[in-house]
């Protein structure tokens, strides 16, 4: 199955008064790389929540926002009055006084101000807060997955084609590899009959089927051809639906695979059809690899 890097998730809840919420964002990336943001109180989670994030989404950017604002018992409870008034006080003072009867305070933004959650507080509010915002997370992360799949239906379709088209040129490759032989011979018998004329000779038959079976030998491409057949089959198991595993970075591999066979037949053939399939090969397997930079 091919997936997609880029994707959204989100998920909420409310627990006892409290309000959770986390979205996940994804985007291309060669490695998976985690950028975690959670309130101060729930610091202790971030390797957590990476853990599971990087077992769910193995490739990309990944930016995960967790919030939460405390209510009820949980809120009331582990608030430091004493640190909350000398923020408050602080934050007044700040204020030109023309506008000190006018200023409000978010309440959940106080919260985060170092010192007003009590130690043991925030032991409890991690405690108490780490299953919902596990399971928020899994519920992000499998939101974003269908889109990645959504997306990577489209990918797949388009890979198929750039295969088909790969396999075409090179049907058309194989089936001229024995005429550009025989060209070459008759090119070679008229070049050389054109020379010998000059001086009333003609060309020994041995000499020319020697020149020939170099040639033959310096431009024999079967073994590429097979070799090359082999890349697009396993390129077809590879974006089957059927293939669970990602296949981003396989792609890749088998781009770099497949353009090094192409270049190969193109550097010993000297055929000008042959040439012009390559092109065509070359052509399709660089979208190959631009699509493969956006596969999980």
Do not use: W
Request: proline share 3%.
């Amino acid at each position: 199955m091919i997936r997609s890097m880029t994707g959204f998730g989100s998920a909420s809840a409310e627990a006892e008064g409290c309000r959770f919420a986390v979205e996940i964002k994804s985007v291309n990336n060669r490695f998976f790389k985690a950028t975690i943001r959670v309130p101060e109180e729930l610091s202790t989670l971030e390797t957590e929540l990476e853990t599971v994030i990087a077992k769910r989404l193995g490739r990309g950017s990944v930016m995960v926002l967790v919030r939460f604002v405390p209510g009820g018992a949980v809120a009331a409870a582990e608030v430091n009055p004493d640190a909350a008034r000398t923020a408050l006080t602080a934050l007044l003072a700040a204020l030109p006084v023309e506008l000190r009867d006018r200023a409000t305070v978010d309440l959940g933004a106080l919260l985060t101000v170092p010192g007003v959650l009590r130690t043991d507080g925030v032991d409890k509010i991690v405690e108490f807060a780490r299953p919902v915002v596990l399971r928020l997370v899994e519920e992000a992360a499998t939101r974003v997955l269908e889109m990645r799949s959504r997306e990577g239906d489209g990918i797949a379709r388009e890979l198929s084609r750039f295969g088909e088209a790969i396999t075409n040129a090179l049907d058309a490759v194989a089936a001229r590899a024995p005429h550009a032989t025989n060209a070459y011979q008759d090119r070679l018998r008229a070049r050389m009959n054109s020379l010998l004329a000059e001086v009333g000779a003609t060309a020994a038959e041995q000499d020319l089927l020697r020149e020939v079976a170099v040639f033959a030998e310096r431009s024999d491409v079967a073994e590429e051809v097979v070799r090359l057949r082999g890349h697009l089959a396993q390129f077809a198991q590879v974006i089957a639906p059927s293939h669970a595993e990602p296949a981003g970075r396989t792609l890749d591999f088998l781009s770099q695979e497949m353009l090094r066979e192409a270049n190969t037949i193109a550097s010993k053939s000297q055929d000008v059809e042959i040439a012009r399939r390559v092109v065509e090969m070359k052509t399709a397997i660089d979208r190959i690899k631009e699509q493969a930079a956006n596969a999980e």
